[in-house]
């Protein structure tokens, strides 16, 4: 089964879900970047929640960049993603390792950190970036974005994130967005409650291959969600290119260009974002340079 994100209404329209497979796109973010599993859980949340978010971008060019900066010692996660939904990121300290938490699963708020901020930057054509920043409230991730779609984008949502990693990698990992809209009432949100609290943990469903749309009818206790759209395939996929790491250079200024020139002879750059090395010689570096004058 391939990634998928779909999105759905539920009864009789009042209810938005969107539901997202990211088996194959965690399992990617976890080899590239050499995760230990519980830098894998957090991530793979974040990246989750991430791909959710950027499809929801009406334009190609928009982007959407959310940084996570916990006080445990994973220390920050950042995340760049587009509409298609593409998606690359990095771990400052991807191979934390901590005990299992006390109920013998991965720790990631242990990893995270509980005290910290989930900022979230959207570029989407305006003059200026949207920029909205909550607290960390739990570093589960999925309570934290809650808790940020209320304070920053006044959106009252259950959100839920997970990822089972065993010793061969990702085996599951996905997530569900919910937003009553304005004419839902008391009793409807009563019944998504419940559904979410009889459903159980997300990877668990897509672990027992459960199809995105069987999660959302037991999530929302509705038979008949109307899909409304199934055809994004989220992605890990790094846009880089030795071209991207030229125009890096150039913003160092001539001063440090000659420097690096003089004392190095050569740069090697390596991307945040893919670990992929880039080499210049000093011949390149001086192209570089004469584009500087």
């Not at 990095?90 to 109920?103: A, M, W």
């Not at 004392?263 to 992929?276: M, P, R, S, Y």
Request: aromatic fraction near 6%.
């Amino acid at each position: 089964m391939s990634d998928k994100i779909i999105r759905l209404l539920a009864h009789h329209g009042k209810i938005s879900v969107m539901c997202a497979d990211t088996t194959k796109l965690v399992e990617e973010a976890r080899k590239v970047h050499d995760l230990s599993p519980v830098a894998t859980a957090a991530f793979g949340r974040m990246l989750t929640m991430t791909v959710m978010m950027g499809s929801e971008m009406k334009n190609v060019k928009d982007k959407l960049t959310v940084q996570i900066k916990g006080n445990g010692p994973i220390q920050m996660m950042v995340a760049t993603c587009n509409n298609k939904p593409e998606v690359k990121g990095y771990v400052v300290n991807p191979q934390v390792d901590i005990p299992l938490n006390e109920f013998g699963k991965l720790d990631v708020s242990g990893a995270v950190g509980n005290q910290g901020y989930i900022n979230v930057i959207k570029d989407i054509g305006l003059k200026e970036p949207y920029i909205g920043i909550s607290p960390l409230v739990s570093g589960e991730i999925a309570e934290d974005f809650a808790n940020y779609f209320v304070t920053s984008e006044q959106r009252q949502s259950a959100v839920a994130l997970g990822v089972l990693v065993d010793k061969d990698g990702v085996r599951a990992a996905g997530g569900y967005f919910i937003n009553p809209m304005p004419d839902a009432t008391e009793e409807e949100i009563s019944i998504i409650e419940q559904s979410i609290f009889k459903a159980g943990a997300m990877s668990k469903m897509l672990d027992e291959k459960l199809s995105l749309v069987e999660i959302a009818k037991r999530i929302t206790g509705d038979e008949n969600v109307e899909v409304i759209e199934d055809t994004r395939v989220p992605m890990y996929h790094c846009d880089c290119s030795k071209e991207h790491m030229a125009e890096g250079l150039m913003t160092l200024g001539k001063e440090e260009l000659e420097d690096i020139i003089q004392t190095e002879g050569q740069a090697n750059l390596e991307c945040h974002f893919c670990n992929k090395q880039y080499h210049f010689s000093k011949e390149e570096l001086e192209k570089i340079l004469e584009g500087l004058t």
